[in-house]
Nanobody, 124 residues
Framework: QVELRQSRGGSAQVGGSLRLSCVPS????????LGWFRQAPGKEREWVAS???????TYLDSVKGRFTISKDYDKILLFLHMNSLKPEDSGVYYC??????????????????WGQGTQVTVSS
């Protein structure tokens, strides 16, 4: 059974940093696509970042250079390091996973599994 358990989110001021973590289980951690999505109030959920089985990463343009997605293979953890935070980064963040052969990659996958979501608030 696929499960994605997320840590608590948090609050930060503009320019600050936060780290999100996710504990995946029930699937081959080293092979599946993993990533993060977010949803701001009144907006649709959007893809933020992905990491594949080889460790290659892709990012939403608006977070490039500020966010880093990473995996800890020993502890079986997924992270999203968020720096230089902006108010528009606020929202509920979701950890996500999909099989490696999912069509369209994680951002467009129809086979997504979701974490429970965690709130991130950036204030000025």
């Amino acid at each position: 059974q696929v499960e994605l358990r997320q840590s608590r989110g948090g609050s930060a001021q503009v320019g600050g940093s936060l780290r999100l973590s996710c504990v995946p289980s029930g699937f081959p951690f080293g092979h599946w696509l993993l990533g993060w999505f977010r949803q701001a109030p009144g907006k649709e959920r959007e893809w933020v970042a992905s990491i594949d089985g080889a460790g290659q990463t892709t990012y939403l343009d608006s977070v490039k250079g500020r966010f880093t997605i990473s995996k800890d293979y020993d502890k079986i953890l997924l992270f999203l390091h968020m720096n230089s935070l902006k108010p528009e980064d606020s929202g509920v963040y979701y950890c996500a996973a999909a099989p490696a052969d999912t069509k369209g990659g994680l951002a467009r996958s129809a086979d997504l599994y979701w974490g429970q979501g965690t709130q991130v608030t950036v204030s000025s």
